[in-house]
């Protein structure tokens, strides 16, 4: 009976945290398919999957430099699917999915310790559905696009490639710097194993991220020189 109660409880767990990332890829699935049959005057994903389709022709396109991980990922999902429409779209639902994931653990770990389950899984689904907006583009489709929608989630197939990337590197860097203060900051300085670990780690996925949106960067690139 014991046992029971356990799974029980392991599997109430479960449902509050898939369900809501099995109806975040659904939403992103049936929103982007679209995007990937017509441009519909406001949408480069037709150009990003016509980049993705020149990844195994031998003969790497230009713009592969622009967003490598998207395209890479576009490709392999477009073969595997064997359709770069469905491909691309299920690889943009699992991203958000992904993000849902990561955004309802972190939420718990972090920050909602005493709140419900249920509640942090609708803050975390919530998460994946917020953008700015501006009103005075909804006049039409090009409009959104110009003033607000370039930034939206369902639009930007490469800003949702990097996102969970970039959660992941939030997550190791709040975990690094979370118990210091101004008056144990050379504690950072002692190079123990388990802070080398999360560098390295920080590294690596941040590395992954710049490579899904290396244009986030660009504009902080001259104030390193």
């Known amino acids: 009976m014991r046992n029971y109660r356990i799974l029980s409880s392991k599997s109430q767990s479960l449902k509050h945290i898939y369900a809501p990332c099995l109806l975040t890829f659904l939403i992103y699935f049936l929103t982007f398919f679209p995007q990937t049959v017509d441009s519909m005057g406001y949408t480069d994903t037709l150009v990003h999957i016509a980049a993705a389709k020149e990844m195994f022709s031998g003969t790497a396109p230009t713009i592969f430099m622009q967003y490598p991980v998207f395209f890479a990922l576009a490709a392999l999902f477009g073969k595997l699917f064997l359709n770069y429409s469905l491909g691309t779209s299920v690889l943009i639902g699992l991203m958000a999915a992904l993000t849902c994931f990561l955004q309802i653990k972190f939420l718990s770990y972090f920050f909602f310790h005493n709140c419900s389950k ?36 369902f639009h930007n197939a490469t800003y949702l490639t990097s996102k969970p990337f970039a959660l992941i590197c939030f997550c190791l860097f709040y975990i690094l710097l979370a118990p210091v203060t101004g008056e144990n900051l050379h504690q950072l300085c002692q190079n123990t194993k388990r802070e080398n670990r999360i560098l390295l780690f920080f590294a690596a996925f941040f590395f992954i991220s710049v490579l899904a949106k290396p244009n986030f960067y660009q504009i902080f690139a001259r104030r390193a020189f």
């Open 118 to 153: 249920l509640k942090i899984a609708v803050y975390g689904f919530a998460l994946g559905f917020i953008w700015p907006l501006n009103l005075a583009g909804c006049g039409s489709p090009t409009e959104l696009y110009l003033l607000s929608g370039a930034t939206a989630p």
